[in-house]
């Protein structure tokens, strides 16, 4: 008699990469509502709790921060792939500073002399979340393990 031995051999789902990726796709998520808040503003169109420039301002302000939250932090302590000392995360790091230093010196005026328009600091400020949100995405599917 044959003394074969089946074994089937079971994958192992790793959890971890489960939570980076859903936090991934919920940064997405926060980001579509990010990008359908700056086209409304700009094509008259309502958006809940939006009523002129400035407030639409400090929602992309609050989604922007809140994308960051949903992605960084998590891979940071989660994600095998992840690295302090990558360009992506040096890079996501100072553009997310740039990003909390113009938001606190605009709303605390003191850009005023240069930017007097909400709605040009919510283009600046769109435009590096956007900046952000790109590198965040791309570092997912370059870096290796």
Known sequence: MNNMTVTTETKKVDFTDV???ISAILGAIVGSIAIWLFISVFLGGNFPFVTNDRSAFIALAILGTTMCALVYPIRASMSKKFRWLSPFTLSAIFLGTVIVL???LYLTNVLNAIITNDRV?????GSIVLLK???A???LLVQKQ
């Open 121 to 125: 600091a919510m283009i600046i400020l």
């Open 102 to 104: 113009f938001i606190t």
């Open 137 to 139: 995405t791309v570092s």
């Open 133 to 135: 949100w790109i590198l």
């Open 19 to 21: 939570i980076v990726i």
